[in-house]
């Protein structure tokens, strides 16, 4: 089963090959479901097989989509700079966790960490050309130290 970020995604039905774990697939069938997609892949024939992918990140090349102009991928705002709306610089966005129920922005601003809700209240718009997402953090939202090696 594969979930895509956004539910009513098609891509899974219309790509011939995909990277599961970085490795490249073939897709032999794909069927999406209420729960996700069913993925065929070629050289997957048994349970056990599919089981050895379970959990890997599985992505297409860009290429592949049938993307606006005004469309953003998750990994666009990796290294953009988090604004918040009186133009202050609330750190570098340095990766995007994947949550059960939300996804969260990591943000880094010097030594500090900060986890971010990824929802339209929080996140209020994304300047790819200019590498900025702005960003309306709720008061209070906890930080932690940056360890660094």
């Known amino acids: 089963m594969v979930f895509t970020h956004d539910p009513d995604s098609e891509t899974l039905g219309d790509v011939e090959t995909c990277f599961v774990g970085g490795v490249e697939r073939k897709i032999v069938k794909a069927r999406n479901t209420h729960k996700g997609w069913l993925v065929g892949f070629e050289g997957v024939g048994s349970r056990n097989d599919a089981e050895l992918l379970k959990g890997k990140p599985v992505e297409v090349f860009r290429a592949q989509l049938e993307l606006d102009e005004s469309d953003v991928l998750l990994s666009d ?3 953009c700079t988090a604004q918040t ?3 202050t610089s609330w750190g570098t966005i340095a990766e995007i966790q994947r949550g059960a129920f939300q996804d969260l922005l990591v943000i880094h601003h010097g030594d500090i960490e900060r986890l971010l809700p990824l929802v339209d209240d929080f996140v209020t718009g994304v300047d790819v050309e ?3 997402v702005f960003v309306d953090p709720p008061e209070g939202l906890p930080e932690s130290k ?3 090696k």
């Open 130 to 132: 200019h590498k900025l």
């Open 146 to 148: 940056l360890l660094r």
């Open 85 to 87: 709306p009186d133009g």
């Open 77 to 79: 705002m990796i290294g």
